[in-house]
């Protein structure tokens, strides 16, 4: 019923910068939260950065200042704007989504995660 798709991810040195994107598609009716997660090999997924609908953000504590969450609601899209990158923030990244469905149904929805990899 809803598909996420994340590009954006690669390899990138120290210090520089990479711009993800997430676009959703489907039965939507609309998007409250959106939502950037990471998962590193051998560590739990966290949250990187989050946004609602009416643009309030949060930041987990070790991507503050260097990341930026945005969205267009028109597009269904979020964005993640990742500056000043470090080899720790090497992982998949995965966009994820609080969906209200055509159907009045509430509906959480993940996209496939997309690799980034940065080298020292």
């Known amino acids: 019923q809803v598909q996420l798709v994340e590009s954006g991810g690669g390899l990138v040195q120290a210090g520089g910068s990479l711009r993800l994107s997430c676009a959703a598609s489907?039965?939507?009716?609309?998007?409250?939260?959106m939502a950037w997660y990471r998962q590193a090999p051998g560590k739990q997924r966290e949250l990187v950065a989050a946004i609602t609908r009416g643009g309030s953000t949060r930041y987990a504590d070790s991507v503050k200042g260097r990341f930026t969450i945005s969205r267009d609601n028109a597009k269904n899209a979020v964005y993640l704007q990742m500056n000043s990158l470090k080899p720790e923030d090497t992982a998949v990244y995965y966009c994820n989504a609080v969906i209200t469905l055509v159907t009045s149904t509430p509906l959480g929805s993940w996209g496939q995660g997309t690799q980034v990899t940065v080298s020292s």
């Open positions: 489907g039965s939507i009716f609309s998007i409250n939260l």
